[in-house]
Structure formats: C-alpha cells, structure tokens
C-alpha cells in the first residue's frame, strides 16, 4: 500500500465527491495511504461503487476493506480534449482491474507514465492526489506503473 500522503502541490482543478456514508472511506481512506472498497461481510463480495445492498447475496452488512493498492491496467484511452480546467492535457483515462475480485475494475487516471509506455496487463500501483475541500480531505486514487514488479 502506499505511503501516507501528504497534500499534493500545484493540483488540477477537479470536480470532488460529495462524501456520504457509503462513499466516505473509498474518497478518504487514501489519506492514511489505503484503498477502500465496501465489502460485504456475509459473502465477501467487494462492491463497487457502492451501494447499501449488496448485488450478491442481498445482505445490509457491508463495511469498507482494505485492498492491496496494486492493480493491472485493463484499458485506457488518452484525451486530448479540454472539456474543462482540470489536468494538463494530454492526459490518461484508464480503467483498472483490482486483483482481490475477478470483476473489481476502477476507472482512474494513469499517471507518472509516459503514453507510448502504456501497455495494457501492466502492472500498477496506486498514488493519491490529496484534495482539501472545506473540512473535509478527498483523496483521489490514481494509478501508476508498479516498478517493483517483476
């Protein structure tokens, strides 16, 4: 898992969740360096995005867990389009496969890669731009190519 971020310097503009109880720790747990997925705790079913119920097994009983960080990039598509201020362009939209759950995917942007080193089965690591935003701190998981694999 990652380090415990600190706030992130000269950041994009972005457009921040509003937190609720489903959502809080998934957009906040990075701030202790953890990716958090609700999972149900009657069948093991990771859930996301979140809901109150789980799709497997119906059950109410879903509390956030804590997975790996490590994820392989499943596909990804670089935009060169400004829709708003936000990241530099050009930047990478990708979508991830999470590896604790065969159908646990998580659109994010790729960062820290140079776009013709993009290859889809690569594997990544999770990073963690930190927003402030009123009193609440968001962290947005991102993902970067993991060096440490082999």
């Known amino acids: 898992m990652a380090d415990s971020p600190a706030p992130t310097a000269d ?23 953890e990716l958090r997925f609700l999972r149900c705790n009657a069948c093991g079913y990771y859930n996301h995005p979140p809901t109150a119920v789980c799709p497997v097994c119906h059950s109410k009983d879903l509390a956030p867990s804590t997975v790996s960080g490590r994820a ?12 708003m201020p936000g990241p530099e362009l050009p ?3 990708g979508i991830v496969d999470i590896p604790e759950q065969a159908d646990l995917r998580l659109t994010t942007n790729i960062v820290n890669c140079a776009h013709d080193d993009l290859v889809i089965g690569m594997p990544m690591r999770v990073t963690f731009e930190i927003h ?11 993902f970067e190519p993991d060096r440490t694999s082999a």
């Open 91 to 93: 930047y990478v939209i």
């Open 11 to 33: 950041l994009p503009f972005r457009i921040l969740p509003a937190l609720t109880d489903l959502n809080r720790e998934f957009w906040t747990a990075g701030t202790r360096g």
């Open 132 to 142: 402030a935003d009123g009193e609440d701190v968001i962290a947005i998981p991102l």
């Open 72 to 83: 392989t990039l499943h596909t990804y598509t670089i935009n060169h389009q400004a829709w």
